[in-house]
């Protein structure tokens, strides 16, 4: 296989960028999330992929839900501030106030326009992510924006 074709291939697939968080007990975990797609109309379902061994995958696993915040061209720093482990302190994960969703109590930026609280279907774990196949179950728009994506940023993450 041509490596250079298949990263540059790979990375043309359009990618929004996302906060995704977790929360199983009292630990709450959230990170930056690029591979997400829209799966099913009826019932409303995503496929989100997550890291391998990352707390946010153990969390997602554990408590069998997850939230998805929406993040709006220019919060790119949002975006990388969650490229690393999660801190939380107090009320904020990695520096960003979070709530918690209503009925899964995962964690949500309050800074994104948007967010969607889901319950996880199932897990496919093939390679060094796992496909979390979810459901949504409640959204909340604040305001309508358009999305970051990928190629507003500098940053590469697929091929």
């Not at 696993?61 to 949002?78: M, N, Y």
């Not at 801190?87 to 995962?106: D, M, P, Y």
Request: hydrophobic share 45%.
């Amino acid at each position: 296989m041509d490596e250079e074709a298949k990263k540059t291939l790979l990375r043309k697939i359009p990618y929004g960028l996302f906060i995704v968080g977790a929360k199983a007990g009292e630990e709450v975990s959230a990170g930056t999330v690029n591979w997400l797609a829209q799966a099913s109309f009826r019932p409303p379902m995503l496929m989100v992929a997550l890291q391998g061994g990352s707390k946010l995958h153990s969390l997602a696993e554990a408590s069998k839900a997850l939230a998805v915040s929406f993040l709006k061209q220019g919060q790119q720093e949002i975006a990388s501030a969650f490229f690393r482990p999660s801190v939380q302190e107090g009320e904020k994960i990695n520096g960003h106030r979070f709530t918690l969703t209503n009925h899964t109590a995962s964690p949500v930026i309050e800074e994104a326009f948007g967010w969607v609280e889901t319950r996880v279907f199932e897990i496919v774990k093939r390679g060094d992510h796992s496909v979390f196949i979810v459901e949504v179950i409640d959204s909340v728009l604040k305001q309508d924006e358009p999305l970051m994506t990928l190629a507003d940023t500098p940053w590469h993450y697929g091929g």
